[in-house]
């Protein structure tokens, strides 16, 4: 994978362009997180204009993952409104897509998305990848350890968990974690795999900064990063990329509640965060 360490930014601050890159979409606007320079996969924010409709039936040539954030979308008939949740494998067929009132979705590309006019689902149509819809907010949460995910010992009191997608062959997951107010853990972390994340709500406390709504980061493997803390709770959607997750514990003297905003970033983030000032990040006004 040839993505650039990202952690972390908010996304607030990331400019939309015209279009979806590969061209399928031309009448949205994309705003990139981050992107493989090799392979083209990417994590993305995708604005529909409302009345924005595609009624021919396709396919892509890639997987599309997405995540409502704000109004809705429709596919082959479902609506897909806030927080629903779909991994769509290549060669899916959408046999309509649309968005009456418009809609804000968080979408990860495994490749560039090229569309291409098709009657039936491809010959690389996986129907084993499939989960077409789920409806996140009705989700009952798991609030003990996590086996699945080789958490260990580690204590999961103040935390919740839903499971929204597994790879059957590589393990690689998706998952939405929420913080209650006030929790807090002295441990650190390091996985052997990717670990990305998109805030959807609440702050947490990195040794690095304090994340709020909308921020982002792409983490490589074996890199330690903790302890957290946060303020007011959090909601937060995680995958991991490059094989089954797991966590290797560190011990540390606790979380800082107030950290500087430190991130780690290439140039042209740095120049996203020049160019906002303090805007995105600064406690609430009260």
């Known amino acids: 994978m040839a993505r650039p360490h990202v952690e972390f930014i908010q996304s607030q601050i990331i400019p939309f362009t015209q279009g979806l890159y590969g061209g399928a979409r031309p009448e949205i606007e994309t705003r990139i997180l981050s992107i493989d320079s090799d392979d083209g ?10 009345g924005w409709a595609r009624t021919t039936p396709h396919t892509l040539d890639v997987d599309e993952e997405i995540f409502v954030l704000e109004g809705a979308v429709e596919i082959n ?23 009456a009132t418009g809609a804000v979705v968080l979408t ?14 491809t010959a690389d149509f996986d129907d084993r990848r499939l989960m077409e819809y789920v409806d996140t907010l009705t989700m ?77 980061f792409w983490r490589p493997p074996g890199i330690q990063h903790g302890p957290f803390a946060t303020w007011g709770g959090a909601l937060h959607l995680c995958r991991c990329k490059g094989g089954r997750f797991a966590t290797d514990w560190q011990d540390t003297d606790g979380p800082d509640w107030n950290p500087p905003y430190t991130p780690i970033i290439p140039p042209e983030y740095q120049e996203y965060i020049d160019a906002a000032g303090e805007y995105y990040n600064r406690e609430p006004g009260y």
């Open 108 to 121: 990860f590309f495994s490749g560039e998305p090229h569309a291409s006019d098709n009657s039936a689902p």
């Open 77 to 99: 008939g479902r609506a897909y409104g806030k927080h629903a949740y779909a991994h769509l494998p290549k060669g899916y067929l959408r046999e309509s897509h649309s968005s």
């Open 140 to 216: 009952s949460p798991h609030m003990g350890p996590r086996k699945h995910m080789n958490s260990g010992d580690w204590d999961p009191s103040g935390t919740t968990h839903k499971k929204l997608y597994e790879e059957p062959e590589t393990g690689e997951l998706t998952w939405l974690i929420g913080m209650a107010p006030g929790w807090w853990t002295a441990k650190a972390e390091i996985h052997p795999v990717v670990e990305e994340e998109f805030a959807i709500l609440g702050d947490i406390c990195f040794p690095i900064g304090v994340m709020r709504d909308g921020g982002y």
């Open 41 to 50: 996969s990417s994590s993305t924010i995708l604005r529909y204009p409302a």
